[in-house]
C-alpha cells in the first residue's frame, strides 16, 4: 500500500529554521499538502499545491520539493509553531487520500 | 464564513452502529466533495471516505471499507457516516472536511471541530 513518510519529530530552538519532510513514491506526479494540528484543535491548511500559502498563513511557512521529497520549511520559528505537522496527498490515480505519520514539533 | 458541525459521537459497544452526521454552512454545500478523517487518540490522521459534490462518486479506506457508509444530502445540507461493525480500531475523534472544488487538487480546506467515537464494552 501506498505511504507517506514524516520523521516522527523535529526540535528547534525558536528563530532556527525548521524542516520537515515527506517522501513517497507517487509524489513526483501529485502535489502535497501541509496541516498544522495543534493540541486539541482542528488541523489547518499551512500549505498547497507544494507552496503555496492560504489567506493568513504566515510567510515563514514555505515549501519545495525534490524528486519524491517533499520539504515544509518554517523560517524564524516561533513558539507558537509547536505543533504536530501532517503532510497529505493522494495516490497516482487520485482515488485516495493520504496522510503522513505526523511530525512533532518542538520549539525548545 | 465556512462551518462544519458534526455530531452523533459517543460510546458503543464493540459490534455495533453509530451514525455522525456533518451540518454544513457558509458556502455552497452541493459544489464540494466531503470527506471524514479520523484520528485515534495520540494517533495521526487518518482519511477514511470522500463523496463528489453530487453524492454520485464515493470512495473508502480499505481499514473501512464494507462497514462504512457515506453519504450527503445536498438539499440538508448534511453530510453523514453510517458506520457498522465497530471495533476498538474505530475509537477516534472523526472529523468532516471540505474539499476544495479544484480538479486535481485534492485535499482539505475546512475541518470541524470533530467528534468523538469510542468503542468499549
Known amino acids: 500500500s501506498y505511504e507517506l513518510t514524516q520523521p516522527p519529530s523535529v526540535s528547534v530552538s525558536p528563530g532556527q529554521t525548521a524542516r520537515i519532510t515527506c517522501s513517497g513514491d507517487?509524489?513526483?506526479?501529485?502535489?502535497v499538502y501541509w496541516y498544522q494540528q495543534r493540541p486539541g484543535q482542528a488541523p489547518v491548511v499551512v500549505l498547497y499545491r507544494d507552496s503555496e500559502r492560504p489567506s493568513g498563513i504566515p510567510e515563514r511557512f514555505s515549501g519545495s520539493r525534490s524528486g519524491s521529497t517533499v520539504t515544509l520549511t518554517i523560517s524564524g520559528v516561533l513558539a507558537e509553531d509547536e505543533a504536530d505537522y501532517y503532510c497529505?496527498?493522494?495516490?497516482?490515480?487520485?482515488?485516495?487520500?493520504?496522510f503522513g505519520g505526523g511530525t512533532k514539533l518542538t520549539v525548545l | 464564513q465556512v462551518q462544519l458541525v458534526e455530531s452523533g459521537g459517543g460510546l458503543v459497544k464493540p459490534g455495533g452502529s453509530l451514525r455522525l452526521s456533518c451540518a454544513a454552512s457558509?458556502?455552497?454545500?452541493?459544489?464540494?466533495?466531503m470527506s471524514w478523517i479520523r484520528q485515534a487518540p495520540g494517533k495521526g490522521l487518518e482519511w477514511i471516505s470522500y463523496i463528489s459534490s453530487s453524492g454520485s462518486v464515493k470512495q473508502y479506506a480499505d481499514s473501512v471499507k464494507g462497514r462504512f457508509v457515506i453519504s450527503r444530502d445536498n438539499a440538508k445540507n448534511s453530510l453523514d457516516l453510517h458506520m457498522s461493525r465497530l471495533g476498538a480500531e474505530d475509537t477516534a475523534t472523526y472529523y468532516c472536511?471540505?474539499?476544495?472544488?479544484?480538479?486535481?487538487?485534492?485535499?482539505?480546506?475546512?475541518w470541524g471541530q470533530g467528534t468523538p467515537v469510542t468503542v468499549s464494552s
Open positions: 472536511a471540505r474539499e476544495p472544488s479544484i480538479v486535481f487538487e485534492y485535499y482539505f480546506d475546512s
Open positions: 457558509g458556502f455552497t454545500f452541493s459544489d464540494y466533495y
Open positions: 497529505q496527498s493522494s495516490d497516482s490515480s487520485n482515488t485516495y487520500r493520504l
Open positions: 507517487a509524489l513526483p506526479i501529485q502535489y
